[in-house]
C-alpha cells in the first residue's frame, strides 16, 4: 500500500485531534464570500519520503501529476513570475492585468549572483554545485527575499530547497536528497501538490548530474486544514490505500531545461474518487 497516504493519513488525523484552532483571532486569508477562513493547526510538521522505494503520490485522491509538475518547471526552469507561462488557472487569483505575480517565486530564481565561478542564478548554482561539489553542504534556494516582499503579490509558502549528497557502500552512484522547507501550507489543497512537485525536481537532478535519487523530507512549520476543508478531511481519510504508482522520467533527457511535462509519467496510478469543488481561501 501507499506510505504517501498513511503519512498523509496520520498527519491529518494529528491535525484534526491535536491541532489549535485560528477560529475567532484576527487572521489574513477569507473566503470568496469574504467570511474569514479560520483553520486547524499544528506547528512543525516533518514528513519523510523515500523516493527511491516510492513515488509518493496520494492514491486517497487523484493528483493532477503534468499540472504540478508543470508549475514547478514554471518557477525553476522557465523561472518566471507571468502566468501567461503557464498552464494553469491556480495563480490567476495574485496576477495583475499583465499576469504577472511581482518579484515572486520565477522571478527569484531568475536573480543571478556573483560567485567566483562567475554569475549564476540560483538553479543554475545548484546544478553546478550537484556536479562539482557534491558534497558541500551550502547547495541550497531561498526566495524569502524580504527585500522584495513588498513587491510581492503573495508570499512565498514553500520558500526553500536544500539538497545534500550522500554516498552508500558498494554503490556506484552519489545519492541525492532533499529538504523543501514551507513556512505555510493548506494540506487538503496543496500538500500532496507540494510533495509530488520536488519529489520530481529531486528525480530530475538525480538524473542530469547522474546520481541515484533518495530521501525527500518535507518541513512545514504551520500545517494547516481550513474550517470548510475539515469534513472533506475526515472523509478522505477514512479511504483505503491503494498500491502506489510507478514513476517513469524519460532517461534520454540530461540537461535539466529540456525537460517538459511529458518526459514524466505516473504508471498503474489507481486512485479514489477526486475531490471537487475545493473551496479555496485567498
Not at 52 to 70: M, Q, W, Y
Not at 152 to 179: Q, W
Request: with cysteine; glycine share 4%; hydrophobic share 35%.
Amino acid at each position: 500500500m501507499s506510505k504517501a497516504d498513511t503519512i498523509f493519513i496520520n498527519m491529518c488525523r494529528d491535525i484534526i485531534e491535536n491541532g489549535t484552532s485560528t477560529e475567532g483571532e484576527k487572521v489574513r486569508p477569507v473566503w470568496e464570500d469574504g467570511t474569514p477562513a479560520y483553520t486547524i493547526k499544528k506547528f512543525g510538521v516533518v514528513n519523510r519520503y523515500d523516493l527511491s522505494k516510492e513515488f509518493p503520490a496520494l492514491t486517497l485522491r487523484r493528483t493532477g501529476i503534468k499540472s504540478c509538475v508543470d508549475e514547478m518547471l514554471w518557477i525553476w526552469q522557465k523561472k518566471s513570475n507571468n502566468i501567461n507561462h503557464l498552464n494553469s488557472k491556480i495563480w490567476d487569483s495574485w496576477a495583475d492585468e499583465s499576469g504577472s505575480i511581482g518579484k515572486a517565486y520565477g522571478y527569484q530564481m531568475s536573480v543571478k549572483h556573483n560567485y567566483k565561478e562567475g554569475p549564476m542564478d540560483q538553479v543554475d548554482r545548484v546544478i553546478y554545485d550537484l556536479k562539482n561539489n557534491p558534497y558541500s553542504r551550502r547547495i541550497m534556494t531561498n526566495i524569502y527575499v524580504h527585500h522584495d516582499l513588498m513587491e510581492m503579490h503573495l508570499y512565498p509558502c514553500a520558500y526553500s530547497m536544500t539538497f545534500n549528497v550522500t554516498k552508500e557502500k558498494d554503490r556506484d552512484k552519489l545519492i541525492l536528497n532533499g529538504i523543501l522547507n514551507q513556512r505555510s501550507q493548506d494540506v487538503l489543497a496543496a500538500n500532496n501538490w507540494n510533495v509530488c512537485q520536488y519529489s520530481v525536481l529531486l528525480h530530475m537532478l538525480a538524473q542530469v548530474c547522474d546520481m541515484d535519487v533518495g530521501e525527500f523530507v518535507h518541513v512545514i512549520a504551520d500545517a494547516h486544514i481550513y474550517d470548510r476543508h475539515v469534513e472533506l478531511v475526515k472523509e478522505l481519510i477514512t479511504r483505503e490505500p491503494l498500491e502506489a504508482p510507478t514513476f517513469w522520467l524519460n532517461p534520454e533527457v540530461k540537461d535539466f531545461y529540456q525537460f517538459t511535462p511529458d518526459d514524466i509519467r505516473l504508471d498503474h496510478y489507481e486512485t479514489h474518487p477526486q475531490i471537487k469543488g475545493i473551496p479555496i481561501a485567498i
